[in-house]
């Protein structure tokens, strides 16, 4: 008998990790060679799998809020309410404009699409800006199972630094995209604050709340047994907020704080998909919620998103507002260094909520 596409590719399954991983072929290679079985390397425990029953049998959905409704307390009073209830909600009306949108996703699938010795100069070993990453999963070397995801990851320093080192096919779109946020992110903030008692964002409470930004291109290749993997682990994000574009092919869900049920977040054209991040569960002291989520792998179609990860510089030290602290609250977290918060992150796969324990008093 002939052999397949991936028996000629690998003889010994161990070559995928070396492959997919050291190689820079990513699981996109993976899935462009035919690949007819998941490797062993990506098979979760029957638990992460997102097939168990608690899926899609709800009707619960996260709220959808329109930014234009002339009612600004309305809007200011439905974004606090998500952000406490849900930690998730989309946002459509938002000021962004499509064309900014259209293009962001346009130069992802650039990227994605160049050969594999241009994107492999991204990564980890030979990047030449440790702000610029090209990889796939999430933390190979730390996880027990890997996740189907590729990505490239984005930290913005300065626009000369992206000019210097990002990746041209991509750069000016990234850069337009996280520009054109910037109004939006700032509203979002100044409606959250308000409910904080943080009467106005000042420039010290800009550099605690947005102080650093992160932008990350996804990329989920179609996957030949879907419901063995996953693209994205159970997690929540370590940022203040993330803006999320997503693509029309769906698969992020997200874990209902009143059911615990796993929720779909349906693409909406236009939209932008909202969350609040750990950092600012933190800041707020649990009164919003960081929200775990995690995304589908799938078996016919290519996905991408692109997150905005809206963090506090990383030499902030974060910790319960003193605007709420001073109000008689009692503080459930912590003051830590957003740094080493990250750092404990990345440390570590997917876990789940796990990680704002390490803040927990
Ligand atoms: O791709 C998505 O929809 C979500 C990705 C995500 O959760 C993340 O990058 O943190
Ligand atoms: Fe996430």
């Known amino acids: ?85 849900w930690g998730f909600f989309q946002l459509i009306n938002h000021g962004v404009p499509s064309e900014v949108l259209d293009n962001m996703k346009a130069a992802t699938h650039r990227f994605f699409n160049l050969l594999v010795e241009e994107k492999s100069k991204y990564t980890k070993e030979n990047s030449l800006s440790r702000n610029v ?38 750069r000016n779109e990234a850069l337009d995209y ?14 959250l604050g308000k409910n904080l008692n943080v009467q106005e964002l000042d420039e010290t409470k800009e550099s605690l709340f947005m102080g ?15 419901d063995l993997t996953v693209g994205v682990g159970r997690h ?4 203040s907020l993330t803006i999320l574009l997503q693509d029309q092919i769906g698969g992020l869900h997200v ?5 615990g049920n796993w929720v779909h977040v349906p693409p909406v054209p236009g939209s932008l998909v ?17 929200v775990e989520h995690r995304v589908l792998a799938n078996g016919n ?31 459930v977290y912590r003051d830590v260094v957003y740094s080493d918060y990250v750092r404990y992150f990345f440390r570590k796969a997917h876990d789940g909520k796990k990680t704002v324990d390490y803040a927990k008093i």
């Open 1 to 85: 008998m002939a052999p397949t596409l991936s028996n000629a590719l690998f003889a010994d399954q161990t070559e995928v990790t070396e492959f997919v991983v050291n190689k820079g072929n990513g699981v996109k290679g993976l899935s462009e060679r035919g690949i007819k079985a998941l490797p062993y390397q990506y098979i979760q425990p029957l638990e992460e799998r997102l097939i168990n029953k608690s899926v899609n049998q709800t009707d619960e959905a996260i709220p959808i809020i329109d930014m234009s409704d002339p009612d600004e307390n309305r809007v200011a009073e439905a974004i606090c309410d998500a952000a406490e209830r």
């Open 133 to 170: 990453r090209f990889g796939t999963s999430f933390s190979p070397r730390a996880e027990k199972a890997l996740e189907w995801k590729d990505y490239l990851s984005l930290f913005f320093v300065s626009e000369d630094e992206a000019e210097q080192y990002w990746p041209d096919v991509c």
């Open 178 to 191: 996280m520009n054109k946020s910037k109004t939006m992110v700032r509203k979002l903030l100044e409606y």
């Open 212 to 226: 650093s930004i992160r932008i990350n291109l996804n990329y989920y290749p179609i996957c030949p047994n879907p």
């Open 236 to 239: 929540s994000d370590v940022s």
């Open 255 to 259: 874990r209902s704080l009143t059911s």
């Open 274 to 290: 909202i969350n609040i991040g750990d950092a600012m569960q933190i800041l707020s002291n649990g009164r919003y919620k960081s």
């Open 301 to 331: 179609n290519n996905r991408i998103s692109v997150p905005i990860f809206v963090n506090p510089r990383p030499e902030s030290v974060i910790g319960p507002l003193p605007e709420l602290v001073a109000n008689g609250e009692e503080p």
